[in-house]
């Protein structure tokens, strides 16, 4: 066992002009293996971890002073970076203005 609880990062975005407002609909950016949707088949890729999703969960123990990479990331995320999307299971932007 390594906690009793479970916490996580999650990163969303809105295309809402006012991100603000209560009605702003918020969508997340799903990751290839972090677990999330409890609907998805699990990621096995035993012995290994998907590097981005493995350092998410020891983002999640910490601040984001002491993962500064965590801020960059979003940043790319909102300039749609395509490496950096391509990291991800999917973007819900695609198609779409930048959130």
Sequence with gaps: SITKERTEVVL??????NPNDPAAVWEEYDFKCKPGDLKRRPCFITPYHYRLDWLMWFAAFQTYEQNEWVIHLAGKLLAQEEETLSLMATNPFAGRAPP
């Design 12 to 17: 969303q975005g809105t295309s809402s002009l």
